[in-house]
């Protein structure tokens, strides 16, 4: 199994550009997960998708981040305008039943720096 | 109060020696405690859980962490130190059933000194 795949793995972008993170989870799983790991804030959770409908995106900053999971195998994550208190490492992760018990598998991260 | 807190963000310990990580979780959360490494420059995997069951939970790598509901506490342990084991892990809660996040501590950074 090729592990959750998430692309670009760097990304630097001057303030105000379009950035888009993209995720395809393992095949199979039907719960999916964007995550975002800053220094000040540590790991928070930005939105969960359960059989491609976002479940609950109380965790994404402001309008101008937004997330698409368009098939079972695709997710974006996209900010626009972006800023500079962007940049971080956003991780996406996916498991394979939407239980609270389940192991969450996650990718090797987007490091996104704003300039 | 913090859903999950681990005490001492660095860790050192020499090799062969045994680690302990500490993870103490508010009492107003549901148990369901996991124990994540990442190495660097990669994503986060997962090292054990409790969800119920037995209270001593044995995970990859020779790690193991014991459930203690009257001290709030999942602490990660390891009986002898490995120069790969250094990574930075992280105590995670399921704070609400109802939600699939997970809420993380702020993690400790683990150094193996040879």
């Known amino acids: 199994d090729a592990g959750v795949i998430q692309s670009p793995r760097h990304e630097v972008t001057e303030m105000g550009q379009e950035v888009t993170l993209r995720c395809k989870p393992i095949?199979?799983?039907?719960?999916l997960f964007w995550y975002r790991q800053t220094m000040m804030r540590g790991l928070e959770l930005l939105i969960y998708?359960?059989?491609?409908?976002?479940?609950?995106d109380s965790g994404m900053p402001e309008d101008r981040f937004s997330a698409k999971m368009p098939n079972a195998s695709f997710s974006t994550l996209k900010i626009q305008p972006s800023e500079p208190r962007d940049s971080a490492v956003y991780f996406c992760?996916?498991?394979?039943?939407?239980?609270?018990?389940?192991?969450?598998?996650f990718g090797p991260g987007t490091r996104l720096l704003v300039l | 109060a913090q859903s999950v807190t681990q005490l001492g963000s660095h860790v050192s310990v020499s090799e062969g020696a045994l680690v302990l990580l500490r993870c103490n979780y508010s009492s107003s959360v549901p148990p369901y405690l996991f124990w994540y490494v990442q190495y660097p420059n990669q994503g986060l995997q997962l090292l054990l859980k409790?969800?119920?069951?037995?209270?001593l939970v044995k995970g990859i790598n020779g790690f193991e962490a014991e459930f203690k509901k009257s001290e709030t506490s999942f602490h990660l342990t390891k009986p002898s130190a490995h120069m790969s084991d250094a990574a930075e892990y992280f105590c995670?809660?399921?704070?609400?059933?109802?939600?699939?996040?997970?809420?993380f501590g702020s993690g400790t950074r683990l150094q193996v000194q040879p």
């Open positions: 992760a996916s498991s394979p039943r939407d239980i609270y018990q389940e192991t969450q598998y």
């Open positions: 998708f359960n059989n491609n409908v976002p479940i609950d």
């Open positions: 995670a809660v399921i704070k609400d059933t109802g939600r699939r996040a997970l809420t």
């Open positions: 095949s199979g799983h039907n719960s």
């Open positions: 409790y969800t119920t069951g037995a209270t």
